[in-house]
């Protein structure tokens, strides 16, 4: 089976590496997605352990168009009854980047008459649309005069685990967290300190992380739960191999904010996930944070002031990077940030640069080294 596991831009060399570990062949990195070869196993393992993906699609119909017309005409040439049914209710996703057709919603609409004019014609009924929780969702993909119909395995959103209930203001995504905590390389054997932790996403993906626990472990429900050819025997494996490989590691997790309400929401997030009795979570400002430790590592994603505001967004970087710089010695600090004039106010050069997305934000995320002493010494010591 052809697959592509969707994810954020930047985000794509993890993933790929992700997918390798579960054993997928022939993987090939494209522009925020990643394509692999593998079997239904595989397809219900990826939707269940990828921590970076946000969408698994299984393309089925490959065709060539360059007018509307002829466009209806390949999609009606499908038999749709092998798939859905009358009375399923599907949803039609589209991206269009083509001289040929230039609106997506269009293309969709063009797509859902071909598959509900065949179904009256055949049967007199038809399916519904429902675009909030359709029984199918289907991708359409128009590249210049090549489009592709793919399914839609996965159903929600695969960055929604299910645990944050409670969120504050700026709350990361999921995936996004997840994929900082993998690009940054951290496996538990060292502190992690988030000191602006918000409603708890980074630390909760980095627990599941370092207990193994799969990202997937409270949906309920996924896109292909309803396909014709679902296999629950295989579904009930994948399900169970997964929880067995889980562990009890000890959490090497420091988190706080200064937010009184963040230390309430992060604890009953934690609480959901089953993590509650080994995360904790403090009301404190990072300025009178301390390292619990010699050695580790800060991940944090402070305000950009741009959903969250500042006062002063360069003093309140510059501070954070004096801060690093006093008190975290021997540290390394990750930080995401969309405010490109306060990262440079950190006043440290950064050793790695990734650029992500926060939503429709362009951010960075920068690694620091918080060597002791000088910084040409601490280079000759790594070399
Ligand atoms: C962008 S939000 C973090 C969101 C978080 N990653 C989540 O997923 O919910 C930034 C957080 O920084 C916290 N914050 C701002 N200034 C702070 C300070 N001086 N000390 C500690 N926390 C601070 C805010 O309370 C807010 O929760």
């Known amino acids: ?83 859905i049914s009358n009375h399923d209710t599907f949803a039609i996703a589209s991206a269009v980047s083509s001289k040929y057709f230039t609106h997506s919603k269009y293309m969709s609409l063009k797509m859902k008459d071909a598959i509900v004019d065949q179904f009256r014609r055949n049967t007199g009924d038809r399916p519904n649309i429902d675009t909030q929780t359709p029984d199918r969702r289907f991708h359409l993909l128009i590249q210049e005069d090549r489009c592709e119909i793919a399914m839609d395995s996965s159903g929600d959103s695969l960055h929604k685990r299910g645990y944050r209930l409670n969120a504050l203001q700026a709350p990361i995504n999921e995936a996004l967290a997840a994929g900082m905590i993998l690009l940054s390389g951290w496996k538990n054997e060292k502190t992690l300190l988030d000191p602006m932790c918000g409603a708890g996403t980074i630390p909760i993906e980095a627990a599941m992380i370092a207990r193994n626990i799969p990202p997937q472990i409270l949906k309920e429900r996924f896109g292909f739960h309803v396909w014709k050819d679902f296999d629950r025997k295989i579904w009930d494996e994948v399900v169970e191999e997964a929880k067995e490989r889980t562990n009890q590691n000890e959490l090497k997790i420091q988190a706080s904010d200064k937010d009184p309400q963040a230390r309430h929401y992060s604890r009953k997030n934690a609480m959901i996930v089953g993590l509650d009795e080994d995360l904790n979570f403090d009301r404190k400002d990072f300025y009178a944070v301390e390292p619990e430790s010699e050695e580790g590592m800060i991940l944090m994603n402070p305000p950009y002031h741009e959903r969250l505001e500042l006062e002063d967004a360069e003093a309140f970087y510059q501070e954070m990077g004096d801060h690093f710089k006093n008190k975290f010695q021997g540290w390394t600090a990750w930080m995401i ?25 362009e951010c960075k995320f920068q690694k620091f080294e918080l060597f002791k002493g000088k910084r040409l010494d601490f280079l000759k010591s790594k070399s």
């Open 1 to 83: 089976m052809q697959i592509v596991a969707k994810t954020f831009h930047g985000l794509e060399d993890v993933l790929a590496q992700e997918l390798e570990a579960l054993g997928a062949q022939n993987i090939k990195k494209v522009t925020r997605a990643v394509e692999f070869e593998g079997d239904k196993k595989l397809l219900y393992r990826a939707n269940y352990e990828l921590r970076t993906a946000l969408r698994i699609l299984v393309p089925f119909y490959k065709f060539r168009a360059r007018h509307e017309n002829h466009f209806y005409k390949k999609v009606s040439e499908f038999d749709w009854s092998t798939i």
């Open 337 to 361: 940030s969309s405010n490109k004039d306060a990262l440079k106010k950190v006043g440290l050069r950064p050793s790695k640069k990734y650029t992500l997305y926060n939503g429709k934000l």
